[in-house]
Nanobody, 115 residues
Framework: QVQLVESGGGVVQPRKSLRLSCAASVSISRLYKMGWYRQGPGKERDWVAYITADGLTKYQDYSVGRFTISRDNARNLLYFQMNDLLPEDTAEYLC?????????WGKGTLVTVSS
């Protein structure tokens, strides 16, 4: 069983930055993929970015150039640096992991972008 705990959300003004963290209960080097999903008010959950065990990354178009996903295998942490935040980025951000068989989810951290 893999437990994921997010942190780093909060209220931020437009064009500012936030860094989200996701702490895993297992060695993340065992996890085939890790990523971030988000669910905005009245919207469906959608993936934003993921990173493979080999370090390959993929982003949704709207996050390219603004968001960066990274992983620290030594600390079992997944990071999500979000820059130039916009009001439409307001959402619950959830950490996700896939070990090749099972998907795991964190409970989420709320990001609110508002002036």
């Amino acid at each position: 069983q893999v437990q994921l705990v997010e942190s780093g959300g909060g209220v931020v003004q437009p064009r500012k930055s936030l860094r989200l963290s996701c702490a895993a209960s297992v060695s993340i080097s065992r996890l085939y993929k890790m990523g971030w999903y988000r669910q905005g008010p009245g919207k469906e959950r959608d993936w934003v970015a993921y990173i493979t065990a080999d370090g390959l990354t993929k982003y949704q178009d709207y996050s390219v150039g603004r968001f960066t996903i990274s992983r620290d295998n030594a600390r079992n942490l997944l990071y999500f640096q979000m820059n130039d935040l916009l009001p439409e980025d307001t959402a619950e951000y959830l950490c996700w992991a896939f070990d090749g068989v099972t998907e795991y989810w964190g409970k989420g951290t709320l990001v609110t972008v508002s002036s």
